[in-house]
């Protein structure tokens, strides 16, 4: 029986780039904006974050925005994010603190989906053994080794595994070298499942098109994982949620409620 109560997808930012960066090979002079989502699922056990967004501190101030968005090592530009858009502001709107988050799932560990872990030092941190791997010896360039580097209480993992009754990690390697999807059987309705940067756009997954950045080129490995997901879907009846799509989250946000 799923442990799942209440599941809210959660705006963090935006961050504008050329398409290229989702879709390999495509969108060459072509900018689309990408919603950067962290996903709060509550349950019996206690609550789990998928993903932390950003580190707001890199962004607001000039001097760190500089240092970590506008030079030619990092070719991307700065992401959007306002005051409300803060991971701890979006969890105040619920009436939560950080502290009340007593999981963080890292679908893997670039700068827009673990900079945000500088809140959740007091978490149990999973990710994948290859992933924490990869970030630390610097595989790409969107790794910023201050987002996971100190003291955290980290859940390392090389499989895949139940994070809770009802909640499944799914290896999903090819963007980075341990990316991990998510699988949710809610209260009510169909599951759902949460692709990460495996399937940034519905594009990647209509037309099996792998990301612009894989891990040391592997494209065969990402759209394998694309595969995947497409079959893991079909077998559960679950819906397949790409996660940069701007039009995919607009309609699917319900926050400040919730699905179930």
Partial sequence: MSAVRKFWPLLTGMH??????????????????????????????????????????????????????????????????????????????????????????????????????????HADIHVHAFELEAARAQADEAYFPDDFHGEYRWNIRDTEYDVAPGIRAIESP??????????????????????????????NLSDEVAPGLCWQDRTDLAVSSIRKLKRLSEETGAELWPNHDLAFFRKHDCFPKFRE
């Fill in 174 to 203: 090819g963007h980075t070298a341990g990316h991990m999807s998510m699988w949710i059987e809610m209260p009510k309705g169909p599951p759902i499942l949460l692709c990460g940067d495996a399937a940034d756009l519905g594009e």
């Fill in 16 to 121: 504008r780039y050329e398409k290229t960066l989702s879709t390999r090979g495509r969108g060459h002079d072509v900018l689309i904006d990408a919603p950067i989502l962290a996903y709060l699922i509550e349950t019996s056990h206690g609550r789990i974050l998928y993903d932390v967004g950003c580190d707001y501190s890199k962004i607001a101030d000039p001097q760190r925005r500089q240092q970590y968005y506008e030079n030619p090592v990092f070719p991307f530009g700065p992401p959007q994010m306002s005051e409300e858009q803060k991971l701890s502001s979006r969890l105040a709107t619920l009436g939560l603190q950080p502290t009340d988050v007593d999981l963080v799932f890292l679908g893997h560990l670039h700068f827009d989906h673990a900079g945000g872990l500088c809140d959740m030092r």
